[in-house]
Nanobody, 124 residues
Framework: EVQLVESGGGLVQPGGSLRLSCAASGFTFRNYAMAWARQAPGKEREFVAAISRFGIDTNYADSVKGRFTISRDNAKNTVYLQMNSLKPEDTAVYYC?????????????????WGQGTQVTVSS
């Protein structure tokens, strides 16, 4: 059974940092590109970042480019999202997902399944 378990969310002040983790199991992790997405209250889920199978290629939403970094450790079956210079508008539930193919496009239809999510709240 495929499982994706996100962790690392919490409450942080504007300008602060958090690192999210997504532990994967039930499939051969290194064979799949991975992605992070987020969903704020009352809004649709949106693409945040994606990373290729061996971490060579990445793709970011314009809203997080330069502030967030996606990475992965295939030995630990884990994908990370380092979030710096956080803003109140980054407040959302963050989800990780497995890519259906080897591409790292921003289309969320290309990613399945999704984890349960971890809440990130940016507030003073």
């Amino acid at each position: 059974e495929v499982q994706l378990v996100e962790s690392g969310g919490g409450l942080v002040q504007p300008g602060g940092s958090l690192r999210l983790s997504c532990a994967a199991s039930g499939f051969t992790f290194r064979n799949y590109a991975m992605a992070w997405a987020r969903q704020a209250p009352g809004k649709e889920r949106e693409f945040v970042a994606a990373i290729s199978r061996f971490g060579i290629d990445t793709n970011y939403a314009d809203s997080v480019k330069g502030r967030f970094t996606i990475s992965r450790d295939n030995a630990k079956n884990t994908v990370y999202l380092q979030m710096n210079s956080l803003k109140p508008e980054d407040t959302a539930v963050y989800y990780c997902a497995t890519a259906k193919s080897r591409t790292i496009v921003a289309d969320l239809h290309e990613y399945e399944p999704w984890g349960q999510g971890t809440q990130v709240t940016v507030s003073s």
